[in-house]
């Protein structure tokens, strides 16, 4: 059958070893996925402005939404949208960051190629985990608070967990 054992064969070997240990970064590792790849730029001028563009766009959304659909209006509320806003951002663009580093230590081969790989998967973890816990916390665990309580917490949580997550390097 499929899960037999092959004569001279362990069952699923390829499936039995995993990697204890995942190397650091060389300082040559990391001067290459900071410059960006159209030139020869530091990252810190193109890469973060872009993660933070991408980032406030993405936790503004959830002000928009409890502005229409629960009336919570900005005049009233607009101070705290800011300051929700605001810090998540900034949350967001170091975890960006954190993750895009971390897999480019993951990953092997051309320097263009890994620093494209490592920040499109730092955008879809991180968009993934935002917009996922946003959602659950928001509309399902925090939904008997009021709408002042739920709109804070249901989108600084999903982004301090986003930082607090690729801050830890295992």
Do not use: C, H
């Not at 390829?14 to 300082?27: G, L």
């Not at 580093?101 to 490592?118: E, I, M, P, R, V």
């Not at 973890?125 to 509309?139: E, M, P, Q, S």
């Amino acid at each position: 059958t499929l899960f037999e054992e092959e004569e001279g064969n362990e069952l699923f070997p390829k499936y039995t070893t995993m990697p204890r240990y995942q190397r650091p970064i060389t300082e040559d590792e990391w001067a290459a996925f900071q410059q960006d790849s159209a030139g020869g730029a530091e990252m810190g001028a193109t890469s973060k402005v872009t993660s933070g563009l991408v980032a406030l766009l993405l936790t503004s959304m959830p002000a928009y939404l409890y502005s229409t659909a629960f009336g919570l209006d900005v005049e009233s509320f607009g101070v705290v949208y800011a300051a929700v806003t605001l810090f998540s951002t900034a949350l967001l663009t170091i975890a960006y960051g954190n993750v895009a580093k971390q897999q480019f230590a993951k990953l092997n081969g051309d320097a263009d190629k890994a620093t494209s790989a490592a920040v499109a998967y730092s955008f879809f973890f991180n968009n993934a985990l935002f917009v996922g816990l946003f959602f659950f916390l928001g509309f399902y665990a925090l939904a008997s608070l009021s709408v002042q309580f739920n709109y804070t917490l249901s989108v600084a949580l999903p982004a301090a967990l986003a930082w607090y997550l690729s801050s830890n390097d295992n």
